[in-house]
């Protein structure tokens, strides 16, 4: 067996088949030795129809396999060469489907059939012992299929020449077929470091199928027990790379043992590094990670402990590495992230300048990632893109507009009077003083978003107080003499009362002409 000696497997079974002795007996005899070894020692040499005196004629090796037939006996026996030769004809192929088209879908009806833990297990010890690999994570892969992200949790003291002591917080990266790690140190842990590190290790180590990342805040928009929300920020590398975004399960580190154990070792091997000093001398922070990466290649080329030969760089050079893709040509660029505030125009602020944002996200929060050459919103509830543009460097300031994020309205109003007019007709406001008063809004001369405000104005009241209200208002503004204003209409409609003399006094001359060419202003810039 695995877990046991050969000398205390060869103990066990001359108490059971010699002396006859039961499994309490012989555990209380063999004290380092639990009941349910065994059991399972004596279960497989019954199975295996072993007798002590075959037991004795046979070697360590012999003896193992033949325990093992014990054990699987009675079950469809799988072609673990066949399904090797068939994951080598196609890189795209995995384990799960070569298990189920040619072990499970060819098992005889009544047979019973390992399952699928199991079967990985067989698979793995099959692959160690014919081929000499074997994937270094608990969790079954193929190579290439995974890059594993974390930081160390000690975090080393870096001395420069000057004395001074600085904590720093070490990336680690790792395949998790191979185990080939790759280590970075940078001052903090906030996103860029993240950002910058992951970009790295694959560039030094090649582009996998899939990145797996744990819950930290910078990495998780929200965290949940069974299905995380990558932040935009990973979502964003993840797609230049071509990356598929796995984040692990809330306290479930196991998801990514790969890189848990790459950290131990680092750990390990910063605290050799610091040595009674209590930290690592370096120049500056290259030369600290040159000594990084010194030490992470002596750990990759360690020999494994618990494999028959090799080490990860071996593994990582001879299986891995032909199967992983070269990163982009263009380069990653590790941009600035910020919080920012739409107003009611549905336009955000960065550096001075007002970008449009998409106008179902005027008056709520946006996410910019903030680059070098360009500018790009995303809406913070599902990641989507709100807006992109060109990033302006001039001075004063500056306002960016696009038409696919404004609303049908909106892009009716800024359109012209024709469309405006439709937009008031399709939507049952087609009166006919309101429709006199958006062609006198709309033919008057200036700035476009002036005449936007405006008629947003008038839009806003008419939904509020009614098409009729707000023309009846319109009427006794230009009847009474007084100017024809965002806040006299809504005073009248607030108050219900007639403008102008007393009751019955008769209607001004020439209040149609005034009521056209009156001066619509919208105070305070607002609009409903």
Same mark, same amino acid.
């Given at each position: ?5 050969? !000398? ?12 006859g002795?039961?499994i309490?007996?012989?555990q209380?005899?063999? @004290? ?19 007798t ?22 009675g ?15 196609d ?6 489907q ?36 074997? @994937? @270094?994570?608990?969790? #079954?892969?193929? #190579?290439?299929?995974?890059?594993? +992200? ?8 870096? +001395? ?9 917080? &070490? ?11 790759? =280590? ?28 797996s990342?744990?819950n ?5 928009s929200?965290?949940?027990?069974f ?5 935009? =920020? ?10 598929v ?8 580190? !196991?998801?990514?043992?790969a ?18 000093l ?13 000594a990084?990466?010194?030490? &992470? ?5 360690r ?10 760089? !071996?593994?990582?050079e001879?299986?891995?590495?032909p199967?992983?893709? #070269? ?22 602020? &960065? ?8 106008y ?5 929060e ?22 992109s ?19 049908? =309205?909106?892009? =009716? ?24 008063l ?10 476009a ?25 319109c ?19 607030e ?6 003399? !007393?009751?019955?006094a ?11 060419? @009156? ?10």
């Open positions: 067996m695995k877990s046991l000696d050969a !000398s205390v497997v060869r103990q066990i079974l001359r108490l059971r088949l010699e002396a002795e039961g309490r007996a012989i209380r005899e063999i @004290s380092w030795a639990s009941a349910a070894s065994v059991s399972r020692v004596a279960a497989a040499a019954a199975e295996a129809g072993l002590w005196r075959s037991v004795r004629e046979m070697g360590d090796a012999e003896l193992a396999a033949a325990l093992r037939r014990g054990k699987s006996g079950y469809f026996e799988p072609d673990f060469l066949g399904i090797t030769e068939w994951l080598a004809s890189k795209r192929l995995t384990e799960d070569a298990f189920e088209e040619l072990y499970y879908r060819r098992a005889p009806a009544g047979v019973p059939t390992y399952s699928r833990q199991r079967l990985y297990g067989l698979y793995r010890q099959w692959l160690a012992d014919n081929m000499g690999i074997e @994937s @270094s994570a608990s969790i #079954p892969c193929c #190579p290439g299929d995974c890059l594993e +992200i974390d930081m160390v949790g000690d975090r080393p003291v870096w +001395i420069d020449f000057q004395g001074r002591r600085t904590r720093l917080k &070490v990336f680690a990266a790792a395949l998790r077929f191979s185990g080939e790690i790759y =280590a970075e140190a940078f001052m903090d842990e906030k996103l860029r470091s993240w950002q910058l590190g992951t970009a790295h290790a694959l560039e030094a180590l090649g582009v996998p199928r899939a990145l990342m744990d930290a805040r910078a990495l998780v929200r965290p949940h027990p299905m995380a929300v990558v932040s935009a =920020a990973m979502e964003q590398l993840c797609r230049h790379f071509g990356l975004p796995l984040a692990c399960h809330v306290r479930r580190p !196991s998801e990514k043992s890189v848990e154990r790459s950290c131990g070792l680092l750990e390990r091997e910063l605290a050799r590094m610091a040595g009674t209590g930290g690592i001398c370096a120049g500056s922070l290259c030369e600290f990670n040159q990084l990466a010194r030490a &992470v290649g002596e750990i990759n080329r020999p494994f402990e618990k494999k028959s030969g090799g080490c990860r760089q !071996s593994l990582y001879r299986c891995e590495k199967v992983l893709r #070269p990163c982009p040509a263009v380069p990653f660029e590790a941009c600035e992230w910020r919080i920012c505030h739409a107003d009611k125009q549905h336009m955000a602020t &960065v550096d001075g300048k007002r970008y449009m944002v998409h179902l996200l005027a008056g709520k946006v996410r910019a990632c903030i680059g070098s050459a360009r500018i790009t919103f995303y809406n913070p509830a599902d990641n989507s893109a709100a807006g543009y060109a990033r302006d460097y001039s001075e004063g300031y500056a306002r960016h507009e696009d038409e696919c994020l404004m609303s049908p =309205a909106e892009l =009716a109003f800024r359109r012209g009077p024709g469309e405006c007019r439709q937009w008031f007709c399709s939507h049952g406001l087609g009166l006919p003083r309101i429709l006199a958006v062609d006198a809004i709309c033919s008057r001369d200036g700035p978003m002036i005449r936007y405000r405006r008629i947003s104005s008038l839009r806003g009241m008419c939904a509020k107080f009614g098409a009729e209200a707000v023309d009846k208002a009427m006794d503004a230009a009847a009474g003499g007084r100017p024809l204003s965002a806040a006299v209409i809504r005073n009248l409609l108050r219900g009362s007639r403008p102008g003399a !007393s009751k019955g008769p209607r001004r001359a020439g209040s149609s002409e005034a009521f056209l060419q @009156s001066d619509w202003t919208v105070r305070g810039g607002s609009h409903d």
